[in-house]
C-alpha cells in the first residue's frame, strides 16, 4: 500500500551522497536508509537547510520524532517546492539516511503524499 | 573557373565567415561603454565534462596538476572531529573563494564600468571587482576570498586574485567522510569570464606553488536564467539556523530539534 508510490518530491539537493550544505558524509549514513510514515509537526523553511519533523507512531501507538534535513529554501523554491508543500498535519512517507549518530534525524531524500498529489516536480533543477 | 575567379570565391567565402564571426561577438549584449554585458542570475557552475562524485561542484582531481613531493598534507587533511575544520559550511562560516562559488545556488552579476559584482546567494558573498585598473591593495590581512582584480581582455573578463587565507579548495569534504582539501596561503587564482549566448563560460585557473608543480585550469558554465529574475536572490543568514553555534558540538547536538 505504502509501496504504492505515488508522486516523490526530491528534497536534497544531489541524487548522489553528497547533499547540500552540511556534513552529509559525516553526519549521515548511506547505508542507514530510513524510511518512516508520520505526520509533519513542524517546519523551519529556514537557511542554511530545511529542516522538517514527522511524528511517526509504531504498533502500540508510540511516537517517536524524526527530524529531516533538505536543501536550502532557495534551491527548494526555484523547483517550485514552496513552504507550503511542508503542511502542519500532512501525512507524508519520508526516505532519507539515518544520522550516523543513532539519533532519530536523517537526511530527508523523498517525501511522498499518500493521496498521490505530484507537489513537487522531480526536476532537480539547481541542483548539480 | 580562372584562378581570378576562384581566389575571389575563396576571399567572398572567408569574408562571409568572418563576418558570421564577428556578428556573432557582436550579439553579446553590452554596456554602454561597450564591453559585454555579463548582468543577470544565472545557474550555479557547473563543471564542463565533469568526472567523480559531486563532479560539477568540486575539481576533478584527475584534472589536478601534480603535487609537489611532500606536500599532499597540504592538499587533503584528516578530518579531526571539529566541524570548525572539517565542515566549516556547516558551521557558517565562509565558504571563501573558489569553493563559495560551486554551489547548487544561483549566482547574480551586477556591473558597471569600474565593478563587476558577483553575488553568489550562498551566504550572499558579494565579491567587488575593481575593473578600473587599480592594482591589489596593499597591506590588508589575508582573507577567505582573496584580494581581486579584473581587466578585459577583448570580450573576456580576467579576474586575478591573490592574498588567500589558507581554506577549504571546495566541497570535497562532501564526498568523502575522512578528508577536507585545501589550498594554501600562496594560492593565486585566475578566472576568465566570456558570455556566449545565454552561457558564461566560466575558467579558473588555480596557482599554488605551495602545493602543486604547476598551475592547472578547470572549465565551468553558468546559464542565464532570466526565468529566475522574478524572485531574485533571496537572503541567505546561516546565522539563522546554526545548528552548530560556536563549534562545539556533535551530530547529535546539532540535530536536536529545538
Known amino acids: ?128 | 573557373m580562372t584562378i581570378s575567379r576562384l581566389v575571389s570565391s575563396a576571399l567572398a567565402a572567408a569574408l562571409m565567415f568572418g563576418a558570421a564571426a564577428t556578428s556573432s561577438a557582436q550579439d553579446v549584449p553590452r554596456m554602454a561603454d561597450g564591453k559585454p554585458d555579463f548582468s543577470g542570475i544565472y545557474s550555479p557552475p557547473s563543471t564542463v565534462n565533469a568526472t567523480g562524485p559531486r563532479g560539477n561542484l568540486i575539481f576533478n582531481a584527475d584534472k589536478m596538476a601534480p603535487v609537489k613531493p611532500g606536500a599532499e598534507g597540504l592538499l587533503y587533511e584528516a578530518r579531526n572531529g571539529d566541524p570548525r575544520h572539517d565542515e566549516p559550511r556547516a558551521m557558517c562560516l565562509p565558504a571563501g573563494f573558489p569553493s563559495g562559488m560551486l554551489y547548487i545556488l544561483p549566482i547574480q552579476i551586477v556591473q558597471n564600468p569600474k565593478n563587476i559584482v558577483i553575488i553568489p546567494e550562498l551566504q550572499r558573498a558579494a565579491r567587488i571587482i575593481p575593473t578600473d585598473g587599480r592594482p591589489h591593495r596593499e597591506g590588508i590581512e589575508p582573507s577567505y576570498y582573496g584580494d581581486s582584480v579584473g581587466k578585459w581582455e577583448g570580450d573576456t573578463l580576467v579576474i586575478d586574485t591573490v592574498n588567500f587565507k589558507r581554506w577549504i579548495l571546495d566541497d570535497y569534504h562532501y564526498t568523502d567522510p575522512t578528508k577536507t582539501r585545501w589550498h594554501s596561503e600562496e594560492l593565486r587564482t585566475t578566472e576568465r569570464l566570456t558570455r556566449d549566448g545565454d552561457k558564461l563560460r566560466y575558467q579558473i585557473t588555480i596557482d599554488d606553488p605551495k602545493i602543486f608543480t604547476r598551475p592547472f585550469s578547470q572549465d565551468f558554465e553558468l546559464t542565464l536564467r532570466p526565468d529566475w529574475e522574478p524572485l531574485g536572490l533571496l537572503e541567505y543568514v546561516c546565522e539563522e539556523n546554526n545548528r552548530c553555534a560556536g563549534g562545539n558540538c556533535r551530530p547529535s547536538d546539532a540535530q536536536t530539534p529545538r
Open chain 1, 1 to 128: 500500500m505504502k509501496r504504492n508510490v505515488l508522486a516523490v518530491m526530491a528534497l536534497i539537493a544531489l541524487a548522489t551522497p553528497a547533499l547540500g550544505h552540511h556534513s552529509e558524509t559525516a553526519e549521515f549514513d548511506q547505508n542507514a536508509p530510513v524510511k518512516v510514515t508520520g505526520t509533519i509537526v513542524k517546519v523551519e523553511w529556514l537557511n542554511p537547510h530545511v529542516w522538517f519533523y514527522v511524528d511517526v507512531p509504531d504498533e502500540k501507538g508510540t511516537i517517536t520524532t524524526w527530524g529531516f534535513s533538505a536543501a536550502p529554501p532557495g534551491a527548494l523554491m526555484r523547483r517550485g517546492i514552496t513552504k507550503d508543500a511542508l503542511k502542519i498535519g500532512a501525512v507524508v512517507n519520508v526516505e532519507g539516511s539515518r544520522a550516523r549518530d543513532g539519533s532519530n534525524n536523517a537526511s530527508g531524500r523523498s517525501v511522498t503524499f499518500p493521496d498521490g498529489r505530484n507537489v513537487f516536480t522531480a526536476t532537480q533543477e539547481g541542483a548539480r
